[in-house]
């Protein structure tokens, strides 16, 4: 899946070129995608030559988001500067970029970006893009924080900026990614629907969730031995649970410990429904 969505996003053909617009994706708490974004869909886009830049809203709810979002642009190009690491070594082997013995110089102050004597986020995306000739990813998760405050709009707004300044340019080297997700699906999509917003007709879609391809896995993972419900029941129950890992687990757990019992499907429905009751309380 993260492979997929990386080259829709990085090459999209025919109508889903509209992805350049910007992408949101909303979805339930703890289904998994801070998960798949940080493990599977980073390096996606990495291993086809995107520079990402990864910013969670939730890693600090008393900083202001645009203050997050900076930090993160000031480490990336911090990464960016140095020859031997990681970012780097990706760009020279994917899109074999002559660099010689250093890494990017910029011709701006790291430490004035975002600053009002600094250069703008507009300035450092598009240096990046005519740099690495390639293309530059910034996915915000959490992204319904930035809502309700003027730095979290003006955030959005330098973003849309950069995306803007990159995209419309002729014969651009690379183009310009957003991708913003968070777990309320109704201010999520208000991003992208409100006339006053920034990414105003922007795409705006469902997270994609875990199917009974991982149930199945986690039942052969799990190793329960006669204890092992059907894998309809487990399924049944990821579902009741709404599609989250982490209470799927905690129900086989639970099912693992169980001494008596002869019906394992009976006894998983019976610790599913606990498992609800206790998360809803």
């Not at 949101?24 to 493990?39: D, P, Q």
């Not at 979290?152 to 990159?166: E, P, S, T, V, Y």
């Amino acid at each position: 899946l993260a492979q997929e969505m990386a080259e829709q996003l990085l090459r999209p053909k025919g109508l889903q070129t509209s992805v350049r617009s910007g992408l949101f994706l909303g979805g339930l708490r703890r289904i998994g995608k801070t998960t798949f974004l940080r493990g599977d869909l980073v390096p996606a886009l990495e291993s086809l030559g995107a520079i990402v830049v990864y910013v969670d809203l939730w890693s600090n709810t008393s900083a202001k988001p645009s203050d997050l979002l900076l930090a993160e642009v000031r480490k990336k190009l911090m990464e960016l500067q140095k020859a031997d690491s990681k970012a780097v070594s990706l760009l020279r082997r994917i899109k074999g970029l002559d660099l010689g013995a250093a890494g990017f110089k910029f011709a701006f102050s790291l430490q004035d970006v975002g600053k009002p004597e600094g250069a703008t986020l507009a300035d450092v995306f598009s240096a990046l893009v005519e740099a690495a000739k390639t293309d530059v990813v910034v996915i915000v998760d959490e992204v319904q924080h930035a809502l309700g405050s003027d730095d979290g709009n003006g955030m959005l707004l330098a973003l849309k900026a950069a995306r803007d300044a990159i995209n419309t340019a002729p014969d651009t080297p690379g183009h310009f990614i957003f991708l913003g997700t968070g777990s309320h699906r109704a201010r999520v999509r208000e991003l992208t629907i409100k006339g006053n917003q920034a990414f105003n007709g922007a795409i705006s879609q469902d997270f994609p969730v875990l199917g009974e391809d991982f149930v199945a896995w986690l039942l052969e993972e799990s190793q329960l031995g006669d204890r092992a419900p059907t894998r309809l029941a487990a399924f049944e129950s990821f579902v009741r649970l709404g599609r989250r890992p982490e209470e799927l687990m905690k129900a086989l757990l639970a099912l693992q410990g169980m001494t008596s019992g002869q019906d394992a499907d009976a006894d998983l429905r019976a610790i599913t429904e606990a498992v609800r009751q206790s998360a809803a309380a």
